[in-house]
């Protein structure tokens, strides 16, 4: 088999593995990464919410947010590891076109 | 480490995405230089590695989570200028996508994760397993301590950036209008748990690809490399 085949698959298996991400913090209740808080998370910390921070915190609205479906917040683990997989699968479907697109445009053709 | 929106004030998104675009213009140019249409498929697989270790968030129990980048093993093997276009189209697929990261921290999220982080782990790599065997222990080894250090070193300016903004953003009664916690706690907040854990996994990470590439791929550690 190709090498790039091989990696493919290491890709894939990364893909269906990926869940563990989202199930290992859950487990040892970490929370969010460290300056990547949310409102409510923040409000705790700080005891408010930097004015700044609420008027660009809600410039852009990702569709799949989290790596999740949109009002899937609530759905249970199972179904946001399933979520977290097509999440997986829809980001590195794109970044790889958009890969390609860039390398076509910045290769040498002919070797 | 990916800084979300509102956490840097716009003069901070501005700056980095005004040292950020001559960087990708380098990035651009030199790639075209040396990048051969069959090593393509190796940055889309570079990217796509980034992307998804990314998602392998590793909790500190009761704490918070950090995760791999895998930008220093697309260094080690496309070389950092390619690493820095694949790790951006990883990272901005991630902000626009899926709000991982902001889309005005674009610019400052890849200066430390497509541009400090695969720049410091390819020389440290370089620097550790030069004259090395490609089949040498010490190449694994060099790896590893390469994706150690670049995590922890990117983690450092991001702790940085997040430090200054509420010297530089306040209201005039002292509250913060952006990321809230200064220097002294930003800084150790971030460095501390790259050093303690996030730094071993992309090391990890690195390593075991790098040990794998050796037994089956061997010469993609010898030349494929598309920029120096």
């Known amino acids: 088999m190709k090498l790039t085949a091989k990696l493919w698959i290491g890709i894939a298996i990364l893909i269906v593995l990926s869940p563990l991400g989202l199930l290992l913090p859950e487990h040892f209740k970490a929370g969010s990464a460290w300056g990547e808080w949310g409102a409510d998370e923040m409000r705790e910390l700080v005891g408010y919410i930097p004015k700044g921070l609420t008027k660009l915190s809600g410039l852009w609205q990702a569709p799949l947010p989290d790596y999740a479906f949109k009002g899937w917040e609530e759905k249970g683990l199972p179904l946001l590891s399933f979520a977290y997989i097509i999440s997986a699968v829809i980001g590195i479907v794109v970044v790889v076109l958009l890969a390609l697109i860039i390398g076509k445009i910045l290769s040498k053709k002919g070797d | ?228």
């Open chain 2, 1 to 228: 480490m990916h800084i979300p929106d509102g956490y840097l004030g716009p003069g901070t998104c501005g700056f980095f995405y005004l040292v950020m675009l001559p960087i990708w213009t380098a990035a651009s140019r030199i790639v075209k230089k040396t990048l051969k249409s069959r090593q393509v498929p190796m940055l889309a697989i570079g990217a796509a590695f980034s992307f998804v270790i990314m998602m392998f968030n590793v909790p500190i129990p009761g704490g918070s989570t950090g995760h791999a980048t895998g930008g220093v093993l697309v260094a080690i093997l496309l070389g950092p200028w390619a690493a820095c276009i694949a790790v951006t189209v990883a990272l901005v697929i991630q902000a626009l996508l899926f709000g991982d990261g902001g889309i005005t921290a674009i610019g400052a999220n890849c200066f430390n994760m497509a541009f400090v982080l695969p720049f410091v782990g390819y020389y440290i790599y370089k620097m550790i397993s030069y004259n090395a065997a490609v089949n040498s222990k010490r190449r694994v080894i060099a790896s590893g301590v390469a994706a150690c250090i670049a995590l922890n070193i990117a983690a450092l300016f991001t702790g940085i950036e997040f430090g200054l903004q509420p010297l530089l953003y306040h209201t005039a009664g002292g509250q913060a209008l952006y990321s809230p916690y200064g220097l002294n706690v930003a800084v150790p907040a971030m460095a501390l748990e790259h050093l303690f854990l996030f730094g071993w996994v992309e090391a990890l990470v690195t390593a075991l690809v790098v040990k794998y590439l050796q037994k089956h791929s061997p010469e993609l550690l010898e030349e494929s490399e598309v920029s120096r």
